[in-house]
């Protein structure tokens, strides 16, 4: 199998109920793995789009659910299901990150 050209990441990460930060679980979050992967069999983009969701956290929950996006490095916050469409025609079809979506460096840190 070829190496795909984008890696997508997705927190589904799921802390106790109360914590501070939130979890991106708590925040729909496997919807959102979920619609990824129903796009990725709809689009045929196995091989081009590798899909994986991540138990561990990514560090901004507070801004999740988060999807990280390589090789670019393009870090989406506050993804819902209905954006993921446009994640895949936008930026893996057309190679424009959605910027509506898109977390600031300094959002970050």
């Not at 930060?21 to 081009?48: E, H, I, P």
């Not at 991540?54 to 916050?77: D, F, H, K, N």
């Not at 509506?100 to 959002?107: N, S, T």
Request: contains cysteine.
């Amino acid at each position: 199998m070829p190496k795909p050209r984008f890696h997508v990441l997705i927190c589904v990460n799921q802390r106790p109920e109360g914590h501070p930060k939130g979890s991106c679980a708590q925040k729909n979050s496997l919807a959102v793995w979920q619609k990824f992967g129903d796009a990725l069999a709809t689009r045929n983009m196995y091989g081009q789009v590798l899909v994986s969701g991540v138990r561990s956290c990514l560090g901004p929950c507070q801004l999740g659910p988060i999807v990280v996006v390589y090789p670019e490095g393009v870090w989406y916050g506050g993804v819902k299901p209905e954006d993921v469409e446009e994640i895949f025609e936008s930026h893996f079809v057309n190679g424009k990150p959605v910027q509506r979506l898109v977390l600031p460096d300094e959002m970050l840190g």
